[in-house]
Each structure stands twice: as structure tokens, then as C-alpha cells.
């Protein structure tokens, strides 16, 4: 039996107050292991992103318990999360958010800076080989493609070692190869054990995951298994390689 | 989080938009620059006003016949003062350490075909020493033998020998005062006084001679002494008045003398210059204090620009204290960058204004420390609104804006 990852019971979130109260998240009760990959799904306003928020320590739940780790977050104040993010979490943004005028290396380091370790530039340097980017490493974002940037974002998420990576609609601004490429990252991050929970609202992404999880109007309805992913690995060979069709 | 990194960061954000940051700054180099400048020019004006009154001499008392109480009247009015008045000083004041009578008039002096209108002094020599004027272009004083024997013998201030010999030798030479030959024994180098008694223009002439020869009187129009040290310059002064006043009233009971203190009027024109100071500072620290307001206008512009890279940093794992600090440093590392150029832009400021006004270029250690402290300190001040605005972005709000 792997370990309990994040452990949510009863999770609440209310935004606004008296008649115009919007209940996000309604008695959301669930728990994820090590080594899952997880897909968050659901239409827009479902609460999806709420959940997603909240098992990232950017925002609080009015009610319920979340164990991250074996870590009461709720009890932590404003520094204590941010020590929580940067230790057991690594985001990956569907806009990338780089710091445009820093190196690659330079913002995957950025995790490290704020978690004060040393010798950062061997260390990102070995998360951004991790995702093959080992040759861009001077180069700037704007110096990169829309693929590279979010492999960049990435390492980034994994520089510090994080017991999940939460990625938050990482494909949507990617073209299908692109897509595809970054999905066989994260299964190849999953295959070392890493946890993986990405939201999405597209179907085939969460063919990729191991377990979809559906809301809608504020409460979990569905926890269901993938059967047969989707391999990312495989479906890149049956894409069509981009400079064949350039030259064709 | 080490401080170097924050430091890097703030670099980092004020060099990605150079333009911006440029003209942010420009207030604060501004205003330091000119604090800087005002207060360079005003010690300069300080330091002038005291250099005159030096050339004066230092440590001088004189007194003088109150002209507003008729003391100047002719005549053995009680208010004339009289060469008895100089050995009483001089026997019963122990801290004065020379002392000389003197009288003055105004008189043609001429040389040749060139002619000059000029003060004549009658002094004893030891005039020199008090009037400091020792230091000689050329020749000597005449002795206190030439005055007890009432010798024609003259020293000449700068300028009066200037225009009688138009930079030739005088020493050993004739002018005629009052159609009477003098031999010229020296002249006294240029001390660049100017206005009333000017040393510069002076013929000084043995007190005797002056009286019995070209003024006809008795009476002495005025007691200069040199006092031992400025720190017992107002007991002597006061010493001084008792001696005079112990002799003569007036009807009303009041002294008939003014005794001029070289000491206080110095305190006096530093007071008066230091005031100046404090006015040009205090103007030249409102462009400071504008240019501070440009740059928390600035700040939180910025922080407004880049919520979402806050809301990145913070999801990063940057703290509240993390993200003040390198706001807070963005905005003081512009204040001290502007405030080095501006102490710069200050100094040379200073030496042109100086040169124009024609006083001592001073630019003060200590003005400069405080212009820059307190360019420092408006970075922090005006930096911290801005800064604790972006510490306390909510990270989810930050990265949802676009």
C-alpha cells in the first residue's frame, strides 16, 4: 500500500456572503496516494479550479480538513504555506509564467533561491536536463518555443523535489505535438514516482492520467480509473513529424 | 532567501526597464544635487563673510565715540576719547595685548601726476599686528621711534599704491599729503577687503604725525587692541567699557562709547549665513522629498505591472518578508544610485555656482553624508507603501490577472 499523498475530508470553500454566497466547493471528501496521476475534470464554474487551488495552498478552505503529507494545512499561516509550496509542491501553469528577462536556468533556480539552497545551478541544471532542455539552458523565454517554455516550467515544478507536481491546465496553450511531448514528461515523472495531478477540461489529456476525478456544481461526482492510458510515447510516433510536413 | 539574491532581483527589475527607472531617479539626483549644491554655496557665502572679517583682524575690540549721542562732537566733549584712555586700558585690562590709538581722516595723496582720495590712518605700529596687515609686498612699518619723533614717513595699502605707482617701486619714495613730502617705508600686501575701511585702501601714517602734522588735534578718534585669545573677548569687552565708563556719563547715564567685538560680529554674519544655509537646504530638500513621491508613483505603477510575477514568486514559495524586501530594495537602490549621481551632479554644480559668485566652492562631508542618508531614507519610506502593497497580493489573485 503506497502513502497517503493528500488526504481531503469535508472540504467547503464560500466566496461573497448573505445572497450572493457561491458555495465553490461543497463537502468535497477524497485522498490521493504516492505515484497516482490524477486528472481534475469539469466544466467551467464546477469548482475544478477551487480544488485545484486549495490542494495548492494558494487559498484556504472556509471548512474541511486537508493533510498534506500527513500536514494539517489548514492550521498554517500566510509564510508557513509559502514554505509549503516551495517544499511540497511544484506548479506548472497552462501561461508558463517565466520571468521573461531571466535565463532558463535562472528560473528554474528560482525555487531553490527562495528555499536557500546552495550549489542551484548544478542542481537546476540537472532538473532542466531532466526534461531535455539541457542545450537551452542560457536562453531566454521569448528564445524558446511554446513547448520548451512549459518543459522549462516543469523543471521548474521538480527542482525542489516536490512529493506532487499540480499542474493547472498545462496543455491549453500547446499544439497536439506539443501536448503530447509534455504528457510523456509528466508519464515519465510518474513512472519515478512522482505525483501527478493535472486539470483539464479536455478528454483526451485525461486519457493520459491514471484516474479522472469529475466535478461539476461544486461536489466530486466522479472518481473514476482510466482503463488502458493512453501511452504519450506511442502516440508521438503515429503524429506526424513536423518537418516531414514542412518539407512535404 | 539570501539578500544577495533579493539584491539581484531588484537589479535585475530596475535594469529591465531603463528608461523608466532613469527618469525616476532623475528626481532624486536632483534633489540631492542641489541640497548638495545649496548648502556648498551657502558655507562658501559663510566662509567669504568670516574670511573679511579676518582681513580685519582677528581678536579685535575697538571703540569709538557714539556718534548718536553727539560723542563725536568737537570740542573736550566727555564723549572724545584721548590717548589717557589708551594707558588706562592698557594698565588696568591685563588681557589685552597691544593696543593702539588712532585718527582718521580723508586726504589726497599724490605722486607724480597721479593722485588718489584715500583714508589716512594715524597709528602706532603695533597696528600692524592688530589690523593684520604684517605681511608686506614690500618694505616694513615705520617704527615707534618715527612716531615719537612724528616722522613723514607712510605704509601704503594695496591699492593705493597701486594707483600712485601703477606697480612700480614705491619704497624709498615721495608722495605729497596735505602738500607734505612722505617718504613711502612700506606696502602692505593685498588682503581683498572691501566696503567700509577697506585695509586695501589705506595710508597709514605715525599716530603723532597724523595728529600734530596733518590733523591738528589732540583727541584720538578711535582705540583698536588685540585681545589674548576670542574665548575672553566679551569679559574684555566688557573690562574695557568699565574703564572708559568709569571716567564719563552721559546725562542720561548711558556709555558714550560702542565698542565694536570682531567676535561677535563674526557670530553675527555666521548666524546670518546659517540661516541662509537652512533656507536654501530647506528648499532643495522639497525636490527631494518630490522626487520620493515620483518614485513611490513609480513603485506602484510596478508592483501594479507585475502582480502576476508576484503571484508566480509567492506560488514559488517566496514569503510576505521575501517579496518586501526586494521591493523595497528596488526602490532604495534607486535612490542611492540617483543619489551618487546626484552628489556628483551637486559637486560640480558648486564649482561653477562658486566661481560665479566668487566665494570659496564648499562642498561640506557631512551635507553630502546627510543628502545621501536621506536619499536612503526616502527610498524606504516611499518605498514601503508599494512594497507591502505587493507582500500582501494574494498569490491565486496575482496569477489570475493578466
Avoid at chain 2, 130 to 143: H, S
Amino acid at each position: 500500500m503506497s502513502k497517503v499523498v493528500i488526504e481531503v475530508k469535508n472540504l467547503c470553500k464560500d466566496y461573497g456572503k448573505g445572497d450572493i454566497m457561491v458555495h465553490a466547493l461543497r463537502d468535497v471528501s477524497v485522498s490521493i496516494n504516492q505515484g497516482e496521476f490524477v486528472a481534475i475534470m469539469g466544466p467551467s464554474g464546477s469548482g475544478k479550479t477551487t480544488f485545484m487551488n486549495t490542494l495548492g495552498c494558494l487559498d484556504k478552505p472556509t471548512a474541511g480538513q486537508y493533510f498534506l503529507d500527513g500536514k494539517n494545512v489548514a492550521d498554517l499561516d500566510d509564510n508557513q504555506l509559502a514554505e509549503v509550496r516551495n517544499q511540497y509542491i511544484g506548479f506548472v501553469f497552462q501561461q508558463f509564467n517565466l520571468l521573461p528577462r531571466q535565463s532558463a536556468l535562472r528560473n528554474v533556480e528560482l525555487p531553490l533561491q527562495y528555499a536557500g539552497v546552495k550549489n542551484r545551478h548544478a542542481i537546476a541544471a540537472e532538473a532542466l536536463n531532466r526534461v531535455g532542455l539541457s542545450q537551452r539552458m542560457e536562453h531566454r523565454p521569448n528564445e524558446l518555443s511554446g513547448g520548451q517554455q512549459q518543459r522549462v516550467a516543469v523543471a521548474r515544478a521538480i527542482v525542489n523535489n516536490p512529493v506532487m507536481i499540480l499542474a493547472d491546465e498545462p496543455t491549453g496553450n500547446l499544439d497536439s505535438r506539443t501536448t503530447e511531448e509534455i504528457l510523456a514528461l509528466f508519464q515519465a515523472l510518474n513512472r519515478d514516482g512522482k505525483t501527478i495531478i493535472v486539470v483539464t477540461h479536455e478528454e483526451e489529456v485525461a486519457r493520459h492520467c491514471k484516474r479522472v476525478l469529475r466535478f461539476r456544481d461544486g461536489r466530486l461526482v466522479m472518481d473514476e480509473p482510466v482503463l488502458d492510458p493512453i501511452d504519450a510515447e506511442k502516440a508521438l510516433l503515429d503524429l506526424p513529424d513536423p518537418d516531414a510536413v514542412a518539407t512535404a | 532567501m539570501k539578500f544577495g539574491d533579493s539584491f539581484e532581483s531588484a537589479l535585475t527589475a530596475i535594469l529591465s526597464n531603463k528608461l523608466r527607472s532613469a527618469l525616476t531617479m532623475l528626481g532624486v539626483v536632483i534633489g540631492v544635487g542641489s541640497v548638495i549644491a545649496m548648502i556648498a554655496i551657502g558655507e562658501g557665502t559663510k566662509k567669504k563673510s568670516i574670511e573679511q572679517l579676518e582681513i580685519m583682524g582677528a581678536n579685535m575690540i575697538t571703540v569709538m565715540p557714539d556718534w548718536r549721542r553727539g560723542g563725536m562732537s568737537q570740542g573736550s566733549g566727555s564723549g572724545q576719547l584721548k590717548v589717557e584712555d589708551v594707558e588706562a586700558i592698557k594698565r588696568e585690562v591685563p588681557s589685552v595685548t597691544l593696543i593702539t590709538g588712532a585718527v582718521r581722516g580723508n586726504e589726497t595723496a599724490k605722486f607724480g601726476s597721479n593722485s588718489t582720495r584715500t583714508s589716512i590712518s594715524g597709528v602706532e605700529p603695533q597696528m600692524a599686528i592688530i589690523a593684520n596687515a604684517t605681511k608686506m609686498l614690500a618694505g616694513g612699518w615705520f617704527t615707534p621711534e618715527d612716531n615719537a619723533f612724528a616722522a613723514r614717513k607712510a605704509v601704503l595699502g594695496y591699492q593705493v599704491w597701486d594707483q600712485l605707482y601703477e606697480g612700480e617701486n614705491a619704497i624709498g619714495s615721495t608722495i605729497k599729503i596735505k602738500g607734505q613730502n612722505f617718504e613711502v617705508v612700506g606696502v602692505v600686501t593685498y588682503k581683498g577687503g572691501s566696503g567700509f575701511r577697506n585695509p586695501d585702501e589705506q595710508i597709514y601714517v605715525p599716530l603723532e604725525t597724523a595728529q600734530k602734522r596733518l590733523l591738528g588735534k589732540t583727541t584720538i578718534d578711535q582705540i583698536s587692541m588685540q585681545v589674548i585669545s576670542t574665548d575672553v573677548m566679551i569679559a574684555t569687552q566688557a573690562k574695557v567699557e568699565e574703564v572708559l565708563g568709569r571716567t564719563r556719563k552721559s546725562a542720561t547715564g548711558e556709555s558714550q562709547f560702542r565698542v565694536f567685538n570682531q567676535g561677535e560680529q563674526m557670530e553675527q554674519v555666521q548666524q546670518q549665513t546659517q540661516l541662509l544655509g537652512f533656507l536654501l537646504a530647506g528648499i532643495a530638500s522639497v525636490s527631494l522629498l518630490v522626487g520620493g513621491i515620483g518614485i513611490m508613483n513609480i513603485m506602484l505603477v510596478s508592483v501594479t505591472e507585475r502582480t502576476r510575477e508576484i503571484g508566480l514568486r509567492k506560488a514559488l514559495g517566496a514569503t510576505k518578508p521575501v517579496i518586501l524586501t526586494q521591493f523595497m530594495l528596488e526602490s532604495v537602490m534607486m535612490c542611492v544610485f540617483g543619489g551618487v549621481i546626484g552628489i556628483i551632479l551637486g559637486w560640480i554644480v558648486t564649482q561653477y555656482v562658486s566661481k560665479a559668485l566668487q566665494v570659496p566652492p564648499a562642498v561640506n562631508g557631512l551635507a553630502v553624508a546627510m543628502a545621501f542618508g536621506f536619499a536612503a531614507f526616502i527610498g524606504l519610506f516611499f518605498g514601503l507603501f508599494p512594497a507591502m502593497r505587493a507582500s500582501n497580493l494574494q498569490p491565486i489573485e496575482a496569477l489570475r490577472s493578466d
